[in-house]
């Protein structure tokens, strides 16, 4: 099976079924995702294979392939948060992974400084520096910003030593990759941004773990606000 065929039947149904196209209830057959997507049996079965593995869908025999509630939906998708991004939903999930990062991201801050290596404790000083330089340049709607806010949060989650906060690198890394393919990044960073991230990064390597959690949560509240203000990121 062409991997760029199973990929686009995919992506076509995920993304009606995430911007509301299909909604809940609705009930699709494999020889109807056939017809309308031109596609043959085996992709179309193996599509619909991945979407019930996201909670998206449920196939029955005789029923058929039934969408399912929103709340049963795998929300760490990396792949559903960004059909989410590119529909109606875009403004709920910003601001539910914001909520999760100013959950989440302090307390990996504070591990952070007690468990972080000396080699990570650099990288996390050397990626805030890239983001001072870049973002004082109006650059911070580039590649290269884009890359280092990346790793640096990355990093941050990698460097607290545990396992379940590490896993939210995918979702974070989703939509920080989303808002600026949808050209939602600012070239200038919101006030206060790059300073930020600068005395996390202090507070880590200094191994500060209360500097670190308190410094993190004024970062993360900083985003929270800046994506929840009305109309912030209307296109």
Known sequence: MPAGVHQGVLEDLGRRIAIGDLPEGSVLTLSGIEDDCGASRTVAREAVRVLESLGMVESRRRVGITVQPRRQWDA?????IDWNLSGPFRQSQLEALAEL???????????????????????????ADTLVDLGERGLGDSDEYLQADVDFHGLVLESSANPQLATLDGPIRSVLLGRNRLGLTPSTPVP???EEHVRVATAIAD???????ACSRSHMHTVWQELSSPGAWDA
């Open 101 to 127: 990062r100013v959950a989440a991201e302090p307390m990996a801050a504070l591990l952070a400084a007690r468990r972080a290596s000396v080699t990570q404790k650099a990288e996390l000083r050397r990626l």
């Open 192 to 194: 206060g941004t790059l």
């Open 76 to 80: 760490f998708s990396p792949r559903l």
């Open 207 to 213: 191994g500060d773990g209360e500097a670190a959690e």
